[in-house]
């Protein structure tokens, strides 16, 4: 069964001659425990569509699900316990003032969920961290280990669905590993369901199962990463996507071929 | 084409401290290369000093910077030693620096041809005209369809990919010999990207440049560059042929290239870099 429906979602920003259209008629479907990927360059409205799921956004059309139930208004206690985000900028999601403990038990106090002390041991554990970093300040902790606890404070609400915007990209190579394989145990021992956007088609062939390529607020091909792998893709910009994370291989990608690929603005 | 014998960069044992509390932090050691007219790569993890070693060759290190080479030189001047108003004849006109953000590094309240004239004048004496001239024959130069229209714009106005065409506009008018370009594309999109990088390196053929190009993305660095330097806490641990980049031999190089997720290679689990203290010494 689908746990994530997403249906002629539209959203427009602006008014009258100023309106600005950034998601048309988005579709798709999540799997419970499934692993979907959303790729496109900036200002495809891949983030945006997470930002709706989320209920950060609440004037979009058309219809969205989550676990069989339509979303509308304003979102309720139940669906923010149940969708969780984890940020781009592990640098920017975290209070600079405020310790790793306060960070992780805040959402246990809003939800009025009891034992913190426990609960913030158990989630630092499973995310690799320990007991010790609870009373450290971000600047205090590595890049690395502000994603963990970041990705600690979605977990500890022990959310069924987590969005991810771009878990990795402000992460070195050597620590975007470390952060993958914490997501892949996660994903494989708690069931959980992924939406990742990224941009980087390396990290979606390491994490998911299904992909649907964005370009300017559509969804331009929806496909499995194995179909993706195989090279099965059709589209001009998930082809064009496909040779850029390959190869960097400047004389066979020319920038005309870029250029109608990626249809840029101005 | 400017028919001066080659430019060349001599850098030998080159170590940058800076003094932080009453400690030193060495974040150069021992960095040795030569740079031709060509692309070389230095690649690493973040604080591993590649920024530091580019920001040292135009001397844009606070005072409280410990810099000792013994060798530091660009065409025969020594970069050591130079006075101030030696170092303001090169930087900028005979060396210059692409930063990572467009977004920080171009002035707010300046329109963008203004800006690019300003860096223009600041070593040739021009009237207006010719510097206007000169100016949209770089926004040109690097495939900015309407250089009329993006010369009256201000830098909030362009997006990204743009942005940093326009700060190499600024840094190419010049016509330097060497280019230091510092994570130029690091804030792009996969086809802007795509794109600097094609406009980057049509320039560096065609004139003739030095480049040196600093990132973390050991994939783009492999295609792009023609040699690789690999740096590990401000330390050179490998230097080789770009196309070698498959062969290398330091575990941490090695590392690196494994530890990236890849669409022809799919596994269950990444490997991690496991750090030898070794690395600090050998």
């Given at each position: 069964?689908?746990i994530?429906e997403v249906n002629?979602l539209n959203?427009t920003f602006?008014h009258?001659a100023?309106?600005n259209?950034?998601?048309n008629d988005?579709a798709f479907?999540?799997?419970?425990?499934g692993s979907f990927?959303?790729?496109?360059?900036?200002?495809?409205?891949?983030t945006t569509?997470?930002?709706?799921?989320a209920?950060?956004?609440?004037h979009?059309?058309?219809?969205?699900?989550?676990g069989?139930?339509?979303?509308?208004?304003k979102?309720?206690?139940?669906?923010c316990r149940?969708v969780?985000m984890v940020?781009?900028?592990?640098?920017?999601?975290?209070h600079?003032r405020?310790?790793?403990y306060t960070a992780?038990?805040?959402?246990?106090r809003?939800h009025?969920i009891?034992d913190e002390?426990?609960?913030?041991d158990?989630?630092?554990?499973?995310?690799?961290?320990?007991?010790g970093?609870?009373?450290?300040?971000?600047?205090?902790l590595s890049?690395?280990?502000?994603?963990?606890?970041a990705?600690?404070?979605?977990?500890?609400?022990?959310p069924?669905?987590?969005l991810?915007?771009?878990?990795?990209?402000?992460?070195?190579?050597s620590?975007?590993?470390e952060?993958?394989?914490?997501l892949?145990a996660?994903h494989?021992?708690d069931?959980?369901?992924y939406v990742?956007?990224?941009?980087d088609?390396g990290v979606?062939a390491?994490?998911?199962?299904r992909v649907?390529?964005?370009?300017r607020?559509r969804?331009?091909?929806t496909l499995a990463?194995?179909?993706l792998?195989?090279g099965?893709?059709?589209?001009p910009?998930?082809?064009?996507?496909l040779d850029?994370?390959?190869?960097h291989?400047?004389e066979?990608?020319?920038?005309?071929?870029i250029?109608?690929?990626?249809?840029?603005?101005? | 084409?400017n028919t001066?014998p080659?430019?060349?960069l001599?850098?030998e044992d080159?170590n940058?401290g800076?003094?932080t509390?009453?400690a030193?932090v060495n974040?150069?050691r021992g960095?040795?290369?030569t740079?031709n007219?060509?692309?070389l790569?230095?690649?690493?993890?973040?604080?591993?000093?590649?920024?530091?070693?580019?920001?040292?060759?135009?001397?844009?290190?606070?005072?409280?910077?410990?810099i000792?080479?013994?060798q530091?030189?660009?065409?025969?001047?020594?970069?050591?030693?130079?006075?101030?108003?030696?170092?303001?004849?090169?930087?900028?006109r005979?060396?210059?620096?692409?930063?990572?953000d467009?977004?920080?590094s171009?002035?707010?309240?300046?329109r963008?041809g203004?800006q690019?004239?300003?860096?223009?004048?600041?070593?040739?004496p021009?009237?207006?005209a010719e510097?206007m001239?000169?100016?949209?024959?770089?926004?040109?130069?690097v495939?900015i369809r309407e250089p009329h229209?993006?010369?009256?714009l201000?830098?909030?106005?362009?997006?990204g990919?743009?942005g940093q065409r326009?700060?190499?506009a600024?840094?190419?008018?010049?016509?330097?010999?060497?280019v230091?370009?510092?994570?130029p594309t690091s804030?792009?999109?996969?086809s802007?990207?795509?794109?600097?990088l094609?406009?980057?390196d049509?320039l560096v053929t065609?004139r003739?440049?030095g480049?040196?190009?600093?990132?973390h993305d050991?994939?783009?660095?492999?295609?792009?560059?023609?040699?690789v330097l690999?740096m590990y806490?401000?330390?050179?641990?490998?230097?080789?042929?770009?196309a070698?980049?498959?062969?290398?031999?330091h575990p941490?190089?090695?590392?690196l290239?494994?530890?990236l997720p890849s669409i022809?290679?799919?596994?269950?689990?990444?490997?991690?870099?496991q750090?030898d203290p070794?690395?600090?010494t050998?």
């Amino acid at each position: 069964m689908a746990i994530i429906e997403v249906n002629a979602l539209n959203l427009t920003f602006g008014h009258g001659a100023e309106a600005n259209q950034v998601l048309n008629d988005v579709a798709f479907e999540v799997e419970k425990g499934g692993s979907f990927g959303l790729v496109g360059e900036s200002g495809s409205g891949k983030t945006t569509v997470l930002r709706c799921l989320a209920g950060q956004y609440m004037h979009w059309q058309g219809r969205l699900a989550i676990g069989g139930q339509a979303l509308g208004g304003k979102p309720d206690k139940a669906r923010c316990r149940q969708v969780q985000m984890v940020f781009q900028d592990p640098y920017g999601s975290l209070h600079p003032r405020h310790t790793v403990y306060t960070a992780l038990a805040e959402p246990l106090r809003i939800h009025g969920i009891g034992d913190e002390s426990q609960r913030v041991d158990a989630i630092l554990d499973k995310v690799g961290l320990n007991a010790g970093f609870r009373y450290r300040y971000p600047h205090q902790l590595s890049g690395g280990q502000r994603q963990r606890v970041a990705i600690a404070r979605a977990l500890i609400l022990e959310p069924s669905i987590l969005l991810l915007d771009e878990p990795t990209s402000a992460l070195d190579v050597s620590v975007q590993a470390e952060i993958l394989n914490l997501l892949t145990a996660l994903h494989e021992r708690d069931g959980l369901t992924y939406v990742l956007v990224t941009h980087d088609l390396g990290v979606v062939a390491h994490l998911c199962d299904r992909v649907a390529v964005m370009q300017r607020g559509r969804i331009v091909e929806t496909l499995a990463v194995d179909d993706l792998c195989a090279g099965q893709a059709w589209d001009p910009y998930t082809r064009m996507l496909l040779d850029a994370s390959r190869s960097h291989e400047l004389e066979r990608v020319s920038v005309g071929e870029i250029r109608t690929a990626a249809r840029p603005v101005g | 084409m400017n028919t001066t014998p080659s430019p060349r960069l001599q850098v030998e044992d080159l170590n940058v401290g800076f003094a932080t509390g009453g400690a030193i932090v060495n974040a150069v050691r021992g960095v040795t290369f030569t740079l031709n007219r060509e692309k070389l790569g230095i690649v690493g993890e973040s604080g591993s000093g590649k920024s530091t070693v580019g920001r040292t060759l135009l001397r844009l290190h606070p005072r409280s910077a410990r810099i000792e080479a013994r060798q530091l030189s660009f065409d025969g001047i020594d970069l050591r030693s130079a006075s101030e108003s030696t170092m303001r004849g090169i930087r900028g006109r005979r060396m210059s620096m692409i930063m990572q953000d467009p977004k920080y590094s171009l002035n707010p309240v300046m329109r963008i041809g203004e800006q690019i004239g300003e860096a223009y004048k600041a070593h040739h004496p021009a009237s207006r005209a010719e510097v206007m001239q000169r100016v949209l024959e770089m926004l040109e130069a690097v495939r900015i369809r309407e250089p009329h229209r993006v010369y009256k714009l201000y830098p909030h106005e362009v997006s990204g990919g743009m942005g940093q065409r326009i700060m190499i506009a600024m840094m190419l008018i010049q016509q330097p010999e060497i280019v230091i370009a510092d994570e130029p594309t690091s804030a792009l999109d996969i086809s802007v990207r795509l794109q600097v990088l094609a406009v980057l390196d049509e320039l560096v053929t065609q004139r003739g440049l030095g480049l040196i190009f600093i990132s973390h993305d050991l994939n783009l660095v492999r295609h792009f560059c023609d040699r690789v330097l690999v740096m590990y806490a401000g330390r050179v641990v490998e230097s080789l042929a770009a196309a070698d980049l498959d062969r290398a031999e330091h575990p941490y190089t090695r590392g690196l290239l494994d530890s990236l997720p890849s669409i022809d290679h799919r596994r269950k689990t990444l490997p991690v870099l496991q750090r030898d203290p070794a690395w600090l010494t050998t």
